[in-house]
């Protein structure tokens, strides 16, 4: 996702969402995505315990990348890309991309890089806290996720989703 901050400058956010239980493991803001800062942000989510079986991702060059393939070999992570100009074929990160636009960046000002990350931190924290879904038995994310600790999930879902270009880029993360 592509906003800008209340200079002007445009920064991106790296969006991470398990398909499984809803839960946004990770955002990360910053004036630009390489796939060495993707790949440590995924770490970020291993870190966690929470190894994917598979990502879902946008053929951007951050996805399609030396390093992130590396990452998965490593991992153990099969990287699945979404057909060129298909982002419904990443619907629940273009999902949550639609959520996270409306109730964060189009509400907040952003001052600097820092302002912007804390700001995500703390939309992404009421929405894996707070915020009950249906399609989770009208649990939130992480409720859900500690009631299904030790069952088999599926994948996770990473995206970057430019404003302008209404195509998603999208990694779809879901840890397993």
């Known amino acids: 996702m592509v906003d800008r901050l209340a200079d002007?400058?445009?920064?991106?956010i790296l969006t991470v969402m398990?398909?499984?239980?809803?839960?946004?493991?990770?955002?990360?803001?910053?004036?630009?995505?390489?796939?060495?800062?993707?790949?440590a942000a995924l770490d970020r989510v291993v870190d966690m315990d929470r190894v994917p079986k598979s990502i879902t991702v946008d053929n951007g060059s951050e996805f399609a990348s030396r390093a992130m393939d590396a990452w998965a070999y490593r991992?153990?992570?099969?990287?699945?890309?979404?057909?060129?100009?298909?982002?419904m074929d990443?619907?629940?990160?273009?999902?949550?991309?639609?959520?996270l636009r409306d109730e964060c960046l189009n509400v907040e000002v952003f001052f600097s890089i820092p302002d912007a990350q804390a700001k995500?931190?703390?939309?992404?924290m009421d929405y894996n806290?707070?915020?009950?879904?249906?399609?989770?038995?009208?649990?939130t994310p992480e409720a859900f996720a500690l009631a299904s600790e030790g069952k088999e999930?599926?994948?996770?879902?990473v995206s970057r989703v430019?404003?302008?270009?209404?195509?998603?880029?999208?990694?779809?993360?879901?840890?397993?």
Do not use: M
């Open 90 to 99: 990443n619907r629940f990160i273009e999902s949550f991309n639609g959520r």
């Open 18 to 39: 398990d398909q499984y239980t809803r839960e946004c493991p990770v955002l990360v803001a910053d004036t630009s995505l390489t796939a060495k800062k993707v790949v």
């Open 153 to 157: 999930r599926g994948g996770t879902h």
């Open 162 to 176: 430019s404003v302008l270009e209404p195509h998603g880029v999208g990694v779809s993360p879901v840890p397993t």
């Open 129 to 139: 806290q707070q915020r009950p879904h249906s399609s989770l038995r009208d649990q």
């Open 75 to 87: 991992q153990g992570v099969q990287l699945e890309f979404i057909r060129p100009g298909k982002p």
């Open 8 to 12: 002007g400058r445009r920064f991106r």
């Open 120 to 124: 995500l931190e703390q939309w992404r």
